[in-house]
C-alpha cells in the first residue's frame, strides 16, 4: 500500500493550493483519511480530520481557509488551502487507516509533499 501525495509547492502570501493524496495497492476501504503538517522545528500537528458523519475537524488555524474533501471510489483525500499565509509553511503530510481485509486496519503515511507560502 502507498500513499502518494501530491499538490505542494511555492505560493505567495494570500493564494491558494491543492493538495491530492491517493492510496493504492492492496485495498479494501480507506476508513480514515487525515492531513497533518510539520513546520521545521515544530511538532507535526493535525490539520483536517474526519469527524462524526460528514463533518470535519480543523485545526484552529486553518478554519475558514482550508477544506478537506474524499473521493471514495479513488482512495483519494484533498485539501484545498485558500488565503494562504506564511506560517501555513509546512510539508504536509496524508495518513490513512486502511482495510486490508480479513479484519486488518492499518495505519499509513505519505511521504509529504512541502508548501512553502511567501510574504
Known amino acids: 500500500v502507498q500513499l502518494q501525495a501530491s499538490g505542494g509547492g511555492l505560493v505567495q502570501l494570500g493564494g491558494s493550493l491543492r493538495l491530492s493524496c491517493a492510496a493504492s495497492?492492496?485495498?479494501?476501504?480507506?476508513?480514515?483519511m487525515a492531513w497533518f503538517r510539520q513546520a521545521p522545528g515544530k511538532q507535526r500537528e493535525l490539520v483536517a480530520a474526519?469527524?462524526?458523519?460528514?463533518?470535519?475537524n480543523y485545526a484552529d488555524s486553518v478554519k475558514g481557509r482550508f477544506t478537506s474533501s474524499r473521493d471514495n471510489a479513488k482512495n483519494t483525500v484533498y485539501l484545498e488551502m485558500n488565503s494562504l499565509k506564511p506560517e501555513d509553511t509546512a510539508v504536509y503530510y496524508c495518513n490513512a487507516k486502511i482495510n486490508r481485509g480479513h479484519g486488518l486496519v492499518y495505519n499509513y503515511w505519505g511521504r509529504g509533499t512541502q508548501v512553502t507560502v511567501s510574504s
Open positions: 495497492g492492496s485495498i479494501v476501504s480507506t476508513n480514515v
Open positions: 474526519p469527524a462524526t458523519g460528514t463533518s470535519t
